[in-house]
């Protein structure tokens, strides 16, 4: 048997037993989670933005299965997620006065002001969804469509460059305004 022969054979054979090791190991170990779980999961937005003080949408399902958390955890969410969590939960809302407080949120999106961004990458490092482009020692910019609101570079700028805004409005996230809310103009972002 040749040694490139022999190479294959071993790696098949060495591929084929790890293989089965980890399907024996996953059938094993493997822990159900309840259903209400991914349900709730289903309907929080899935950004993992981290707003409501939990490791991403998974955790705060998980608490709010729990009784550990509000329903009206999730600002980006707003009212339509909270509703819809607290019929899953089987909470009843108006009894409660859960959504009195809770505002619909526009979702917001971070802004770097040009003239301030030194460019030293702080920013950039900390994005969890690379929505930050830029280079060290060169200026920086936000792709707003990549931008979770996560809020977690404004805490890193060291001067202060970086503000969170609401989200410009363009032909892509423009809708019609609901009956009796006040008409909004559409801005078109880089239209002068």
């Known amino acids: 048997m040749t040694p490139l022969l022999l190479a294959i054979a071993t790696m098949s054979v060495l591929g084929l037993g790890f293989g089965l090791i980890l399907g024996f190991a996953a059938k094993k170990f493997y822990v159900e989670t309840p259903p209400v779980i991914d349900e709730l999961e289903e309907i929080l937005p899935g950004t993992n933005c981290g707003q409501c003080g939990f490791p991403g949408c998974r955790g705060a399902a998980e608490a709010v299965a729990a009784s550990a958390a509000p329903v009206t955890l999730c600002p980006p969410g707003g009212k339509e997620v909270a509703e819809e969590m607290a019929e899953v939960m089987g909470i009843d809302l108006a009894s409660g006065g859960g959504l009195g407080e809770m505002e619909d949120a526009e979702p917001i999106v971070a ?19 690379d929505a930050i482009v830029g280079a060290a020692k ?12 996560c809020d977690a570079c404004v805490d890193v700028c060291p001067t202060e460059a970086i503000i969170m805004r609401n989200k410009p409005k363009t032909l892509r996230n423009w809708h019609w305004p609901k009956p009796g809310d006040e008409p909004q103009e559409l801005e078109l972002e880089g239209a002068a």
């Not at 802004?111 to 969804?129: L, R, V």
């Not at 060169?138 to 609101?149: L, M, P, S």
Request: with cysteine; net charge neutral.
């Open 111 to 129: 802004f770097i002001f040009e003239d301030h961004c030194t460019g030293c990458t702080k920013c950039y490092k900390k994005c969890p969804t």
């Open 138 to 149: 060169q200026i920086h910019t936000v792709i707003n469509d990549a931008c979770i609101g």
